[in-house]
Nanobody, 122 residues
């Protein structure tokens, strides 16, 4: 019922920038948290950045000062501005929506995007 559609990934040189977007669609009432995770092949998925519906943010230490998460609650969309990219940032990035309240559901659900590739060349 709820889908997360990501865009903005691609190939960029070290020091460059990318902006990821993720839009949630479906019978959505509210979304608690939205964020971005990344996962390289053979590695575990890790949180990159997240934002609550109230505007509280969290970042993994390695991206602080370089990445900025933002969110439009009316559009159910989350963004990740990625500046000063490093080769170590190369990963598949996944959008996440937590605490999604849907019409006629009394429990919230979690949804994931399909993943978008970010490749940073040296």
């Amino acid at each position: 019922q709820v889908q997360l559609v990501e865009s903005g990934g691609g190939l960029v040189q070290a020091g460059g920038s990318l902006r990821l977007s993720c839009a949630a669609s479906g019978s959505i009432l509210t979304i608690d948290g939205m964020g971005w995770y990344r996962q390289a092949p053979g590695k575990q998925r890790e949180l990159v950045a997240s934002m609550s519906s109230g505007g509280n943010t969290e970042y993994v230490d390695s991206v602080k000062g370089r990445f900025t998460i933002s969110r439009d609650n009316d559009l159910n969309t989350v963004y990740l501005q990625m500046n000063s990219l490093k080769p170590e940032d190369t990963d598949v990035y996944y959008c996440n929506a937590d605490g999604v309240r849907e019409r006629f559901y009394f429990e919230s659900n979690t949804y994931w995007g399909q993943g978008t590739q970010v490749t940073v060349s040296s």
